[in-house]
């Protein structure tokens, strides 16, 4: 087991990856920790935040990729959403905002503790963000 990063690490599928990471990187600040390519394609993809990281790369028409629903195909719903802890969150907000994610859940200051806001990515899947750190046994940041 890894004492420096993540032990559970979100698989995601997007029909441009490339451009997605880009987005992402831009938009949410993750950075590229490795990206490969065959054949002009993204087959995979590590992008991290902090001791975090997500799996990502284009959708395939495989035993495995079948599995998968975009949001655009199953009207913009999806069936999972990322939950990422950051420290500023008001100003995360306004650079996913900035960039254009779509704000499905306005920031706010929560009751328990530290603030949030949820949002979707160009490819329709949707992101929580907030300064709320269950690990740290307490309330939040802001």
Not at 126 to 132: C, I, M, R
Request: glycine content about 14%.
């Amino acid at each position: 087991m890894s004492s420096s990063g993540s032990t559970i690490i979100p698989g995601m599928r997007y029909r441009d990856a490339r451009s997605m990471i880009d987005w992402l990187c831009k938009a949410f600040g993750f950075e590229k920790h490795a990206v490969y390519e065959e054949n002009g394609h993204i087959v995979h993809a590590q992008l991290t935040y902090g001791n975090g990281m997500i799996m990502l790369g284009e959708i395939h028409d495989d035993a495995f990729g079948k599995r998968f629903a975009q949001p655009s195909d199953i009207g913009g719903r999806e069936t999972q959403c990322a939950c990422v802890i950051v420290a500023d969150c008001k100003a995360h907000y306004e650079r996913a905002k900035a960039a254009g994610a779509i704000i499905i859940d306005e920031y706010a200051e929560k009751e328990y503790g530290g603030a949030g806001y949820g949002c979707s990515d160009p490819e329709g899947h949707l992101w929580w963000f907030g300064s709320y750190d269950p690990w740290a046994g307490g309330d939040g940041d802001e």
